[in-house]
């Protein structure tokens, strides 16, 4: 670090020693060549205080961010919510009425935001989003595998299409052009991309697999438990790298930013906005933080899932099971990614941490551990 980011950093009360042990830890892969690149950024007080870029990586490079992506879906949809044109306890029915098929007419909006909505694996290919009867279409197709509000079981893409159609429905506007001059381009995040423009896939880093998955035997020897098949697999993962899948802007896992802008979106969720904007009141954002998930626990792990309005919430001190460092407050909340993006703010000390990868880790507890050992030093990095 030069003199000028050194002042700066204490300017801001971080902890130099701790600062540098977080940089160490977030180049750790790409040094030892397993990680073909990452960034890393905080924030605090609507401003990047510390950000760095290492392997492939330039200071300019997009990351898809996956489900990182929820919480900028999300936080359009607060906006309706904010000025009475949603609310969370409607029927999806009645804004969508050809998704009351195949016994989906009870699930409500706030189940969506909250994956208790029924029907965590129902398919979409991001292609049919901009053929608007192929989409509905298989709205309509979809079946609940379970009763709406009766479990918890994450949805990796499936609520958030209908999240996205919801917010076309109600705002008038499409759902891309509603995300991007609503929220985006108020705030001034130019960087953070929901539907990736052709102009901008020069600046994309693709995305690619590293590493040997375990075995079912590696679980059991740690024992730990197998984690489920899923619909994000590899081929799904690798299908961002097509422009054409970039230009969707799939609702629940396709937005792509830097590091730094990233943090900058959390910084804005903390304080309602920036000086550019203010979007939310601050009673959106503390009901936005409110636990909808009740006393569910995940699959996985059987912890409490602590689901919020699109967004996860640390809690106790299970919060490593949830994407947090073990150092964050029990009010830090944000929604991580597949490959082991990271993505939070912390109210109890105004950091927001921003981390994204290209590469993906087939090692899920190695990839975890990566998440783990950053968030808790990024939390700590401010000064005792």
Same mark, same amino acid.
């Given at each position: /670090?030069?003199?000028?980011?050194i002042?700066?950093?204490? $300017?801001?009360?971080?902890?130099?020693?701790?600062?540098?042990q977080?940089?160490?830890?977030?180049?750790?892969?790409?040094?030892?060549?397993?990680?073909?690149? $990452?960034?890393?950024?905080?924030a605090?007080?609507?401003?990047?205080?510390?950000?760095?870029?290492?392997?492939? $990586?330039?200071?300019?490079? =997009?990351?898809?961010?996956?489900?990182?992506?929820?919480? +900028?879906?999300?936080?359009?949809?607060?906006?309706? /919510?904010?000025?009475?044109?949603l609310?969370? *306890?409607?029927?999806?029915?009645?804004?969508?009425? *050809?998704?009351?098929?195949?016994?989906?007419?009870?699930?409500?909006?706030?189940? =969506?935001?909250?994956?208790?909505?029924?029907?965590?694996?129902?398919?979409?290919?991001?292609?049919?989003?901009?053929?608007?009867?192929?989409?509905?279409?298989?709205f309509?197709?979809?079946?609940?595998?379970?009763?709406?509000?009766?479990?918890?079981?994450?949805?990796?893409? &499936? &609520? /958030?299409?209908?999240?996205?159609?919801?917010?076309?429905?109600?705002?008038?506007?499409?759902?891309?052009?509603?995300?991007?001059?609503?929220?985006?381009?108020?705030?001034? =995040?130019e960087?953070?991309?929901?539907?990736?423009?052709?102009? *901008?896939?020069?600046?994309?880093?693709?995305?690619?697999?590293?590493?040997?998955?375990?075995?079912?035997?590696?679980?059991?020897? /740690?024992?730990m438990?197998v984690?489920?098949?899923?619909?994000?697999? *590899?081929?799904?993962?690798?299908?961002?790298?097509?422009?054409? +899948?970039?230009?969707?802007?799939?609702?629940?896992?396709?937005?792509?930013?830097?590091?730094?802008?990233?943090?900058?979106?959390? %910084?804005? =969720?903390?304080?309602?906005?920036?000086?550019?904007?203010?979007?939310?009141?601050?009673?959106?954002?503390?009901?936005?933080?409110? +636990?909808?998930?009740?006393?569910?626990?995940?699959?996985?792990?059987?912890?409490?899932?602590?689901?919020a309005?699109?967004?996860?919430?640390?809690?106790?001190?299970?919060?490593?099971?949830?994407?947090?460092?073990?150092?964050?407050?029990? &009010?830090?909340?944000?929604?991580?990614?597949?490959?082991?993006?990271?993505?939070?703010?912390?109210?109890?000390?105004?950091? &927001?941490?921003?981390?994204?990868?290209?590469?993906?880790?087939?090692?899920? +507890?190695?990839?975890?551990?990566?998440?783990? $050992?950053?968030?808790?030093?990024?939390? %700590?990095?401010?000064?005792?």
């Amino acid at each position: /670090m030069n003199e000028a980011q050194i002042n700066s950093l204490e $300017a801001n009360g971080l902890s130099l020693d701790k600062v540098e042990q977080l940089l160490t830890r977030a180049a750790k892969e790409v040094d030892d060549g397993l990680l073909p690149a $990452a960034q890393i950024a905080l924030a605090k007080d609507n401003k990047v205080i510390l950000s760095a870029s290492f392997g492939d $990586a330039q200071d300019n490079s =997009l990351t898809c961010i996956f489900s990182a992506t929820k919480a +900028i879906t999300s936080s359009a949809a607060w906006l309706l /919510m904010q000025e009475g044109k949603l609310n969370e *306890e409607e029927l999806v029915a009645d804004i969508i009425p *050809e998704f009351a098929t195949n016994g989906k007419d009870h699930v409500t909006v706030g189940q =969506l935001f909250a994956h208790t909505a029924g029907f965590p694996s129902a398919p979409f290919a991001p292609l049919d989003w901009d053929d608007k009867e192929a989409r509905i279409s298989r709205f309509s197709r979809w079946r609940l595998n379970w009763p709406a509000g009766s479990k918890f079981e994450y949805h990796a893409s &499936s &609520s /958030m299409w209908v999240i996205a159609e919801i917010v076309e429905r109600r705002s008038g506007m499409g759902y891309r052009e509603f995300v991007r001059t609503r929220v985006i381009n108020a705030l001034g =995040l130019e960087d953070i991309y929901v539907g990736l423009p052709e102009a *901008e896939n020069a600046r994309a880093l693709p995305c690619s697999y590293v590493g040997d998955a375990l075995t079912s035997d590696d679980y059991v020897k /740690m024992g730990m438990p197998v984690p489920p098949e899923t619909e994000v697999t *590899e081929a799904v993962i690798l299908a961002f790298n097509r422009p054409e +899948i970039r230009a969707v802007g799939v609702p629940g896992g396709g937005g792509f930013a830097t590091a730094s802008a990233l943090a900058l979106f959390y %910084q804005a =969720l903390l304080h309602g906005g920036n000086d550019k904007a203010t979007l939310w009141s601050q009673s959106t954002l503390t009901d936005a933080r409110r +636990i909808r998930s009740g006393d569910f626990t995940d699959v996985l792990f059987k912890k409490s899932a602590n689901r919020a309005l699109g967004l996860i919430v640390s809690g106790d001190d299970s919060r490593r099971f949830r994407g947090f460092g073990r150092s964050n407050s029990s &009010s830090a909340f944000g929604h991580n990614g597949a490959g082991g993006q990271l993505a939070w703010a912390d109210p109890k000390t105004g950091l &927001s941490l921003a981390y994204v990868t290209p590469g993906h880790d087939r090692n899920g +507890i190695r990839q975890g551990s990566r998440g783990v $050992a950053i968030g808790t030093l990024a939390a %700590q990095c401010l000064a005792d």
